[in-house]
């Protein structure tokens, strides 16, 4: 069984395990064309703005139920990806 990242409560009924997902869990990263890190990328669910990109270009994202698209903005460039658990990338083209 593979546990994705994210926030997990374990129960014990009995001499049974019980597992329940409350939460998944992207440490999304933001980079330019070059793979250098962009900071204060303005990161989208739809209208719903989620936070803004660190120093290193990283927010981290939790999200329930199913995966959400989110979108990526710098300036004028505008990217979107869909929100995978663990560690992932979206590349923004920058000028």
Do not use: C
């Amino acid at each position: 069984m593979k546990l994705y990242a994210g926030e997990i409560n374990f129960y014990r009924l009995h001499s049974a395990l019980s597992i329940e997902r409350t939460t998944f869990v992207t440490d999304l990263r933001v980079v330019d064309t070059e793979g250098n890190p962009v900071k204060w990328a303005r990161v989208y669910n739809g209208d719903r703005f989620i936070g803004s990109t660190d120093k290193d270009g990283k927010l981290p994202v939790r999200w329930k139920d199913q995966q959400p698209e989110v979108g990526v903005k710098f300036r004028e460039a505008i990217s979107t990806g869909l929100l995978v658990p663990g560690e992932m990338e979206i590349i923004i083209a920058v000028n």
